[in-house]
């Protein structure tokens, strides 16, 4: 059985942004053989539901309103390395573009809708301390990860 770090809105949490849920089925249904630990950086680090919508600005995070959130995305960002840490999670699962929780791709920062190669703050985090990060759209390897180390 595996411990997987996983964005609390991919379970059906209504914590994002916009204060929806973005639930994947194939992440739900890990929860029959592994143990999903749900967190959300965003509201971890204080901020509420619903919120503005920000994006990384260069080093900071900015709301549409031109507020500077990076102390709370941080603040989340710690929060949730430790307990990653904690439980000694396997590896986390992550959802994409997100500032907090995007992997290998998010927003550039325009709030235009575009995108730039980069790893939202969470992320990077833990990838920085050694926890291998995939994100939503990259079930097929989570499943091949889950098939080689036999914790299917």
Do not use: W
């Not at 992997?103 to 920085?128: A, M, P, R, W």
């Amino acid at each position: 059985m595996a411990k997987i770090l996983v964005s609390h809105c991919l379970l059906g949490c209504c914590c994002r942004y916009k204060g929806d849920h973005c639930q994947n089925d194939d992440i739900v249904s890990l929860a029959k053989y592994h143990t999903l630990i749900p967190v959300c950086p965003e509201q971890m680090g204080g901020l509420p539901t619903p919120r503005d919508p920000s994006e990384i600005v260069e080093d900071k995070v900015i709301s549409c309103q031109g507020i500077d959130v990076t102390l709370q995305y941080h603040q989340g960002a710690q929060m949730t390395l430790d307990i990653a840490k904690l439980n000694r999670v396997d590896f986390a699962i992550m959802k994409l573009k997100s500032p907090s929780c995007g992997k290998g791709i998010i927003y550039d920062g325009t709030f235009t809708s575009h995108l730039k190669e980069g790893n939202g703050i969470t992320v990077d985090l833990l990838l920085k301390n050694g926890i291998e990060v995939y994100h939503d759209e990259e079930m097929n390897k989570v499943f091949e990860r889950l098939n080689e180390t036999g914790k299917e």
